[in-house]
């Protein structure tokens, strides 16, 4: 953990610059839930995940389950930076033959423990993980992002009881709590109430953050991997903004899943640092 | 110039359509902007019910409504009514409530999205139901004059329409020759009969065009409709052309060639060439370069053909 705060702060740049030249190459894609995932999978791969990037397949790695893995754009910059793949892979993001499929997908890209891309799939399959590193009497943890639109998948709600009723200490979540969803903003598709409370209520142990004070997402990454809160599954709630980063993108539902023009991209770069105004 | 447009637009037109009468409903799944039902939401928020992301939820949803006198149509994307299966299986087709279930974006010509959200296999799951109309039309003209007619029925049917914009072929035509249960001869022939579906039409027409020039005189046949399959029109093609092509952005098992296949055997028999997804998931590309690595286009259709012809 020798990383400063503003080392993942610049690292989380830089990844944000490829977010947004990936979508913008390929004219689709989901830009949104790639900035607010941004922060928080970048300090989990740069100072928690147990992982050998040379030995993507290594047995007793921790897995990382992009379960809303539309957002794979964030995921395909973050490996790059970690060296799975090469940063001249993260060109072939939705294109034929690509390494970098629209969705993370565990046939195509070293680095992804997961095949995602239908929303509400990602938790049971960590709880699979997580399982059988159990019963492997394995150190290795599983971490899961999930959505907040996700989280109205009735089958989250499987899973999340389920991992609560293993006591299942080595499954860990991340909620991106951006608000909105596809349509619209998740207030006006589906009202979710007190979410903290709902997990709660399901037996897990529970944080909220800021997803993008770096600060604080260290510290929900500590309260995950705490040994008193290794009794059972435990959630860190992110609060993010949906398009963190871009102004135009944020909060905005048309970015959920659209692509910037040329202007809206030389703004882009211009706002991330990258290029003079 | 031949108009462009994506079925799953003449679905959202047919919803705005049918809105006149009060006991048509529409549920969503937060993909209301992507299948389109969006128009009929905020035209008539009062009778749109947003079940988030909640596929399953919303097809019982729909079932409860069916049986209170509504008429439910609900969406998604294709793949994603799969999610909702074992709901449709149980919960709506077994007790022949009529829920329209809609599947947009379907077969690999979706995209970039990549594998995941490709349905490959829609049409065949949901043909194994009792009860279920199953539907695949090819244009928006034809889509929006099908999903209004099943408003009428008194059973529930499962309806695949398209990302992609692909050529209009309806847009002189008098509607009443466009009827659930029976497909549509474009281009008559004597050959071989090329029965397709969806956005493979417009290619077998263009393969049909490439046969002409060899001095092949195929028929095109619009299935639209794959339950109840036209089977009376099947006949007929065997009987003339005596060699068969189907051609559909699906899995070759258990889609429109399957359902011909079906046919055949137990009728008039003639040699069958399926051109269909080569049993493998897709991947991310463009819409043609798609149909190109599915071995869709018109050049495997035109192969199929002069297959079929050999075997005959
Ligand atoms: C089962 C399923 N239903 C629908 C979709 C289509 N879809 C893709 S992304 C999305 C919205 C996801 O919202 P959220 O989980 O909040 O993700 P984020 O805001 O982080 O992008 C939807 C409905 C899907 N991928 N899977
Ligand atoms: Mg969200």
Request: net charge negative; with cysteine; hydrophobic share 40%.
């Amino acid at each position: 953990m020798s990383k400063s705060i503003a080392d993942l702060e610049e690292i989380a740049r830089k990844c944000r610059v490829e977010i947004v030249k990936m979508v913008h190459r390929a004219q689709a894609g989901h830009p949104g839930g790639s900035l607010s995932e941004i922060d928080l999978i970048t300090a989990l791969y740069a100072t928690r995940m147990r992982i050998r990037p040379e030995q993507p397949d290594w047995d007793d790695r921790d897995r990382f389950i992009l379960s809303k893995g539309h957002a794979s754009p964030g995921m395909y910059a973050v490996l790059a930076e970690m060296g799975f793949i090469s940063h001249e892979d993260l060109k072939s993001y939705r294109v034929l033959g690509g390494v970098c499929q629209g969705h993370v997908d565990m046939k195509w890209c070293p680095g992804v423990d997961f095949s995602a891309g239908s929303l509400g799939m990602g938790l049971s399959f960590g709880m699979g993980c997580a399982t059988a590193a159990r019963l492997d009497s394995s150190e290795r943890r599983a971490f899961v992002m999930i959505g907040d639109g996700e989280m109205q998948e009735g089958s989250v709600w499987e899973a999340a009881m389920a991992a609560a009723h293993h006591e299942l200490g080595n499954l860990k979540v991340i909620l991106d709590r951006n608000r909105i969803q596809n349509d619209d903003f998740c207030e006006e598709q589906m009202r979710m109430f007190d979410i903290p409370a709902k997990w709660k209520a399901f037996g897990w142990n529970v944080k909220e953050i800021n997803g993008h004070d770096m600060t604080e997402v260290m510290e929900g990454l500590d309260f995950l991997e705490a040994p008193e809160n290794c009794n059972g599954p435990s959630i860190l709630i992110a609060h993010t903004i949906k398009g963190a980063g871009i102004s135009y993108m944020e909060n905005n539902p048309s970015f959920h899943g659209a692509a910037p023009n040329d202007e809206q991209f030389h703004q882009a770069m211009v706002e991330l640092g990258e290029v003079e105004a | 110039m031949t108009r462009m447009a994506a079925t799953r637009d003449g679905y959202g037109q047919a919803l705005l359509d049918l809105a006149d009468n009060p006991k048509v409903v529409v549920l969503e799944a937060d993909l209301g902007k992507s299948t389109k039902s969006l128009h009929f939401r905020k035209a008539h928020p009062e009778r749109t019910v947003s079940c988030g992301i909640g596929e399953q939820n919303m097809l019982l949803v729909g079932a409860g409504m069916a049986a209170s006198g509504y008429i439910p149509f609900a969406s998604t994307f294709a793949i994603f009514t799969e999610r909702a299966f074992e709901q449709m299986r149980n919960g709506v087709a077994r007790p022949n409530l009529a829920v329209h279930l809609c599947g947009s974006h379907g077969g690999t010509h979706t995209g970039t999205d990549g594998s995941s959200a490709q349905s490959i296999e829609d049409l065949a799951v949901f043909r194994t139901l009792p009860n279920v109309t199953v539907l695949h039309p090819c244009d928006d003209v034809s889509t929006r004059i099908l999903t209004t007619r099943l408003a009428g029925t008194k059973s529930p049917s499962y309806m695949r329409t398209a990302r992609n914009k692909t050529p209009v072929l309806y847009d002189d035509i008098d509607p009443d020759s466009i009827q659930i249960g029976k497909g549509i001869e474009l281009k008559d022939g004597n050959d071989v009969a090329i029965i397709a579906c969806g956005v493979l039409v417009s290619e077998s027409l263009k393969a049909a065009d490439m046969l002409m020039q060899e001095g092949i005189n195929a028929s095109v046949i619009d299935m639209h409709t794959l339950k109840p399959l036209d089977g009376q029109l099947v006949d007929q093609m065997v009987e003339r052309c005596g060699a068969i092509v189907t051609a559909e952005d699906h899995n070759v098992i258990g889609g429109l060639g399957s359902a011909v296949a079906e046919h055949l055997v137990a009728n008039k028999f003639a040699p069958l060439e399926m051109v269909g997804v080569p049993d493998r998931f897709g991947e991310s590309g463009q819409a043609d370069e798609m149909l190109d690595v599915m071995k869709l286009s018109a050049k495997y259709i035109v192969e199929a053909a002069k297959k079929a012809i050999s075997r005959k």
